[in-house]
């Protein structure tokens, strides 16, 4: 029981080190949706 607890152990440190690995060096592309938004004079600082 010892041993599968260990095993199951160091297969989860392996997967977390392997997922860290990968968002590490993800290239997230940037947004590039246009957004334009209507500010009323109102809000606007005098």
């Known amino acids: 029981m010892r041993r ?3 095993l199951a152990l ?3 440190l392996v997967a ?3 997922l860290a690995a990968y968002l ?4 997230i ?3 590039t949706a246009h957004i334009e938004k209507i500010i009323p004079n ?3 600082p005098r």
């Not at 590490?24 to 290239?27: E, H, L, N």
């Open 4 to 6: 599968l607890f260990t």
């Open 10 to 12: 160091v297969g989860l």
């Open 16 to 18: 977390v080190a392997g």
């Open 24 to 27: 590490s060096t993800w290239d």
């Open 29 to 31: 592309p940037a947004p």
């Open 42 to 44: 109102e809000r606007l």
